[in-house]
């Protein structure tokens, strides 16, 4: 039988990897933010490295995947179904600012704490108030303030993806005509906007692996999919050709996963791994706090175990834990309450009131 994502239309196996995408980035962060990664380092340096290196590529999973959902929402047969863009644009804003608010309020207070408690270059500087209209308006990156917390880049990236398959939608109202206007931006991103380090605080350099996304979508659901993924695959593998980027290569694979995933009835119904599919749904709100969980347990093993390898794994793992427990509670109280948009605007208010006085707190201190 089906289980109940499956049967109420939520594909099982897209939480899944949402859930093991979120869990590397999270060890991710704990490697590369010391100090526990640090003294914890000679018990396990391959894995450590490995981490290190490579678990940032997960975030590609998330791209392909916003691309994915964002093309069978908007437009599952390659034109729009929506009719008012700028309530799109405003539903999604909510959706992601208003968890996003609470962690960045949650990271104020995180910051502050770890800096009273150890020294470290991980700790984000006390914010200045621009700084922070900057982030609440997700333009912190393009603006060039430090971030006050790791991973919100990606929530101003995925902003501004959704913004512009809004505007490509809107503008090819023709059957056909945003599927070619998505075909030719990805292509665009992958041969040049990519290989442009200087324009990683856009959309243009991220649109390749999102639109990966949305045509493995499309190609899943055509009467010739696997056809369809076969160009999607010789697509990739010219980007790789021109210059080999492994986190390129992670979104084509991720990309053609979701195109035979789409095109199995069996597969789009299989349901395992119940745990990392529950963490697959909060993902996003474990993305948003795991850094002030991490920072603080950080500071307190720093203090308590400044030398023990083997306590400072304990505190890794535990920090892991804790993680998620704090996005899961984020997603039940916050994240899942988001669905109107005038009791998000008035959440989002009250926040920003809470962030104004903490800040004028500190500042003050």
Not at 49 to 71: C, S
Not at 330 to 345: C, D, F, K, N
Request: net charge positive; aromatic share 10%.
């Amino acid at each position: 039988m089906p289980s109940n994502s499956a049967r109420s239309g939520r594909i099982p196996l897209l939480d899944v990897l949402k859930g093991l995408a979120c869990a590397l980035v999270v060890a991710h962060h704990l490697v590369f933010y010391g100090p526990m990664s640090d003294v914890a380092y000679p018990l396990a340096p391959n894995l450590m490295d490995w981490l290190f290196a490579y678990g940032r590529m997960a975030v590609q999973v998330f791209l392909v995947l916003g691309g994915f959902l964002a093309a069978s929402t908007l437009a599952p047969h390659g034109v729009a179904r929506f009719n008012e863009p700028l309530q799109q644009v405003l539903r999604r804003f909510v959706r992601l600012s208003t968890p996003y608010l609470a962690a960045l309020l949650f990271s104020l207070v995180a910051a502050e704490l770890a800096r009273n408690g150890m020294e470290h270059y991980s700790i984000p500087s006390q914010p200045s108030l621009p700084q922070l209209l900057a982030h609440v308006v997700l333009l912190q990156d393009v603006l060039g303030y430090e971030a006050l917390s790791a991973g919100v880049w990606y929530v101003a990236i995925d902003f501004q993806l959704f913004v512009l398959a809004i505007a490509i939608f809107s503008l090819a109202r023709r059957r056909g005509l945003a599927v070619a206007l998505v075909l030719a931006l990805t292509v665009t991103s992958l041969m040049w906007f990519n290989l442009l380090p200087a324009l990683d605080t856009l959309a243009l350099y991220f649109v390749g692996s999102y639109g990966l996304g949305m045509l493995a979508f499309w190609a899943g659901r055509s009467a010739r999919p696997y056809r369809w993924l076969t160009a999607l695959a010789v697509l990739g593998l010219a980007a790789l050709a021109l210059d080999f980027r492994g986190r390129i290569a992670v979104a084509l694979v991720t990309a053609l996963a979701l195109g035979v995933l789409q095109a199995s009835a069996w597969a789009r119904q299989w349901s395992p791994l119940a745990q990392v599919q529950r963490l697959g749904q909060m993902s996003y709100s474990v993305f948003l706090v795991h850094f002030s969980v991490c920072l603080l347990v950080n500071m307190l093993f720093s203090q308590l175990f400044p030398t023990q390898p083997l306590a400072n794994a304990l505190g890794m793992v535990l920090a892991f834990a804790l993680s998620v427990r704090a996005g899961q509670w984020l997603y039940q109280h916050v994240e899942t309450r988001t669905g109107s948009i005038p009791l998000a605007l008035r959440m989002q208010g009250g926040m920003l009131v809470a962030g104004g006085l903490l800040l004028v707190g500190v500042k003050a201190l």
